[in-house]
């Protein structure tokens, strides 16, 4: 099983044939995804040709490939100022699940577009600024290298791509179910809390990685939450023990004010919850081996 993204999934890019488009869509068919399309208005018609003998048609437009194709995924490789526009277009195509991999889009933008999916009410919306989500060796919907880790049982959800493959390749001696990067943006679409969820009804899923990073109060609310709903263990590494209190380190969301937002408060909050946290990306590797090698099965 997997969260949000299986054999099922019929991908399209929105921006497929840009330079980033094309060589990230090169990876997702690589690995396995069903890419079935991508649009562009000024090469509607035409198809491209990947490595593999993949041909892959061009559409004027989202709700055009889902029409032909039946996608029900779209991945966004757009510059920030059209991935508003891009967007809106998914939303009102009715597109299931929309991974929008682009940074440096406005703070306005996005939450314009996320409010617009939420009065839709059709389309759940990963990132923005995030490396999208894997499900390993059935599909691959954004950027994250799918060579790192094999299909397993375990769950990870994490504000950062980087340590998101990080902690694929520490434990891919068990392997992941589906691996989620939600984006570090001041506003994004889906939370630490929407994945728990979606990992917590998982029946393969037998625990779940949560990777959070200083800055707002994400963490502390995914804690809460853990306390009262989550049923299975949750290990969480909170990256930015270092960082300077009042400074915006990296991600935009990622911004201290005394003590609100700290690494520390943030690991004190999880576990409050029964969290266990580790200190490096390998300790928090290590607790949850140990915690799943005690599971019964």
Do not use: W
Not at 3 to 8: A, G, P, V
Not at 30 to 51: C, H, L
Not at 58 to 64: I, K, L, Q, S, Y
Not at 150 to 155: E, H, S
């Amino acid at each position: 099983m997997s969260i949000f993204l299986d054999e099922n999934s019929k991908v399209i890019v929105q921006g497929m044939t840009g330079s980033e488009g094309m060589k990230h869509s090169q990876r997702m068919l690589d690995s396995g995804t069903n890419i079935v399309g991508g649009t562009n208005p000024r090469k509607a018609g035409q198809k491209v040709a990947f490595e593999g003998g993949t041909e892959v048609p061009v559409f004027g437009t989202v709700a055009e490939a889902m029409e032909v194709t039946g996608a029900n995924v779209s991945v966004v490789f757009v510059p920030p100022k059209f991935a508003k526009a891009a967007a809106i277009e998914a939303i009102d195509a009715g597109i299931e699940l929309l991974v929008i991999i682009t940074e440096g889009i406005p703070v306005k933008d996005s939450a314009e577009f996320f409010n617009y999916a939420q009065e839709k009410g059709t389309t759940r919306i990963i990132g923005p600024n995030c490396p999208g989500i894997i499900t390993p060796g059935v599909s691959n919907a954004g950027i994250t290298p799918a060579n790192i880790t094999g299909t397993g049982k375990l769950g990870l959800v994490s504000k950062s791509g980087t340590l998101t493959y990080q902690m694929m390749y520490e434990l891919a001696d068990i392997g992941f179910t589906t691996a989620i990067g939600i984006g570090g943006d001041p506003v994004i679409g889906t939370t630490h809390i929407d994945a728990l969820a979606a990992f917590e009804a998982d029946p393969e899923t037998v625990g779940v990685v949560m990777i959070g990073e200083i800055g707002g109060d994400a963490e502390e609310r995914a804690a809460a939450y853990i306390k009262e709903s989550m049923t299975k263990p949750v290990v969480g590494y909170v990256a930015g023990f270092t960082a300077p209190e009042g400074k915006t380190m990296g991600h935009a969301g990622a911004i201290v004010s005394g003590s609100a937002g700290t690494a520390q408060a943030k690991k004190e909050a999880l576990e409050a919850a029964g969290v266990k946290v580790g200190k490096t990306p390998t300790e928090t590797a290590d607790l949850m081996r140990e915690i799943v090698a005690q599971l019964p099965g």
